[in-house]
């Protein structure tokens, strides 16, 4: 079964083909295009949303070339096609599932509406020897933080989110703040590694409290209230660089504590042995090293998608899309997008 997913729900173009061969343990990954639209938004400090879906328009058609040609197949060869159908930003989730429901519709094949935030709890599995095994989830993206019982494909429990910011949004804001470059999550990492994250004790919202929520809302007005104190202009431009590096280190610090702590909170709770983490902020170089590190200590196995997996792209789409249709759950061609589209199964939490 060859499935051929497409994502464009914020400012990622991409597309992904994904083969499963009867008698194979694990599908085969054939290809995953993105065609990232960051250095645009970059100069408005933000995702345009009208720009972002103007651009998946144009971009689309070559992506899908280049997917197919490095992947050796032809679009006539697709069994399934997926596509993003939220959450995300309405003119963008558009023009991917439109292109995914007309192309399933001129070939007469099914079609697989997937869900943004299941495609990036499922990326740890999809090179995974394994395949998918129950776990529990750490989903971190720009604009969720969720900590999801899994089960198996579809069958999830939600067990904690954020009540304010997500953990990527967090970044991005401080960031913002800080006058660094979108997306803030990266560029907070660089310095952070430069930087001592005991200098600026930040605060750890709801970490000792008994649920397993997050809240990151209050790490802007910190950084806020502290830029004043350190530069009389309130200016971050006039930080002298290893100040920066120190705050950077100071909020990245604050939040991974968090995570890990709420995630290991979690796993105990569960009982689940392993645990995976999806999503743009999954690729930060603290949060890599310090959850590997006190899972170990947990004897808890980690699964950590490679870093082209954890932000935006269609690989994971493709996945879900798979696994839904080893299911035989296909999505009707009149599916609508959903830009506050939950997590099937999970809208409760536990
Ligand atoms: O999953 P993703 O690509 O998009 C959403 O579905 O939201 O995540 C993007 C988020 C952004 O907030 C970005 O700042 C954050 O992931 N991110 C990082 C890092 N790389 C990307 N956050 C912290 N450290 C990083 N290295
Ligand atoms: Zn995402």
Redesign the pocket.
């Known amino acids: 079964m060859l499935v051929l997913g497409i994502e464009s729900s914020?400012d990622e173009t991409a597309v992904a083909l994904i083969e499963e061969i009867e008698g194979e343990e694990q599908p085969r990954l054939l290809s995953s295009v993105i065609s990232t639209q960051i250095p645009l938004h970059r100069l408005y400090g933000g995702v345009i949303p009208e720009l972002a879906s103007r651009n998946h328009s144009t971009n689309l058609p070559g992506v899908l070339k280049e997917a197919l040609e490095k992947a050796g197949r032809d679009i006539s060869q697709v069994d399934v096609f997926a596509s993003t159908a939220g959450p995300g930003l309405v003119a963008a989730l558009l023009v991917g599932n439109t292109a995914a429901k007309a192309l399933a519709l001129a070939a007469g094949k099914p079609f697989v509406a997937v869900n943004?935030l299941e495609g990036?709890m499922l990326s740890p599995f999809i090179t995974h020897p394994q395949g998918l095994v129950p776990h529990l989830a750490l989903v971190v993206?720009?604009?969720h933080t969720l900590l999801v019982d899994v089960q198996g494909s579809g069958n999830y429990r939600l067990l904690g989110r954020s009540v304010d910011d997500a953990a990527?949004?967090a970044?991005?804001k401080v960031a913002k703040m800080l006058d660094l470059p979108y997306?803030?999550?990266?560029e907070?990492?660089k310095r952070a590694e430069q930087g001592d994250p005991n200098r600026f004790k930040l605060p750890r919202p709801m970490l000792h409290e008994p649920h397993l929520d997050f809240s990151f809302s209050g790490l802007k007005t910190a950084v806020l209230y502290t830029l004043p104190k350190l530069v009389e202009s309130g200016n971050p431009n006039d930080l002298d660089e290893q100040t920066m590096c120190d705050l950077c280190a100071g909020v990245r610090a604050a939040i991974v504590e968090v995570l890990i702590h709420k995630a290991l909170k979690a796993a105990r709770q569960t009982g689940h042995r392993v645990m995976a983490v999806s999503?743009?902020?999954s690729?930060?170089?603290a949060l890599r090293r310090e959850l590997s590190a006190a899972c170990a200590r947990a004897k808890i196995e980690l699964i950590l998608p490679p870093n082209s997996l954890t932000?935006?792209n269609a690989a994971m789409i493709a996945f879900a899309g798979l696994l839904r249709a080893r299911a035989q759950d296909f999505s009707p061609l009149d599916t609508p997008v959903d830009p506050n589209l939950r997590l099937a199964g999970a809208q409760t939490r536990a």
């Open positions: 914020c943004h990036h993206s720009g604009g990527g949004e970044f991005d997306p803030g999550g990266p907070i990492d999503g743009g902020v690729c930060n170089g932000t935006d």
